[in-house]
Nanobody, 119 residues
Framework: QVQLVESGGGLVQAGGSLELSCTASGSIFSIIAMSWYRQVPGKQREYIASINRRGATDYAVSVKGRFTISRDNAMNTAYLQMSGLKPEDTDVYLC?????????????WGQGTQVTVSS
């Protein structure tokens, strides 16, 4: 089993910055990719960014240039540095890890951390 724990959410004013972190633990051989999503209850989950083990990154158009994803492979941790935050960035931010474990490859999700951007 793999557990993901996100942290770093909170309340920030528009134009401000926050950094989220996500740490994976459990019976992990390797984490192939880590991603961030966001979701408002009742709405579709929205892809934000991803990073693979080699450090190659990808971003949604809505956050490109404002958000930066990074990871520490040794710590099984991914980060999401968010700047230029807008009220529409308010959401629950979820971490995803695509991991290789003793049970094979699978997706794992954290519980989420709330980000609220005030205008």
């Amino acid at each position: 089993q793999v557990q993901l724990v996100e942290s770093g959410g909170g309340l920030v004013q528009a134009g401000g910055s926050l950094e989220l972190s996500c740490t994976a633990s459990g019976s992990i051989f390797s984490i192939i990719a880590m991603s961030w999503y966001r979701q408002v209850p009742g709405k579709q989950r929205e892809y934000i960014a991803s990073i693979n083990r080699r450090g190659a990154t990808d971003y949604a158009v809505s956050v490109k240039g404002r958000f930066t994803i990074s990871r520490d492979n040794a710590m099984n941790t991914a980060y999401l540095q968010m700047s230029g935050l807008k009220p529409e960035d308010t959401d629950v931010y979820l971490c995803n890890a695509y991991a290789d474990t003793s049970q094979g490859h699978d997706d794992y999700w954290g519980q989420g951390t709330q980000v609220t951007v005030s205008s």
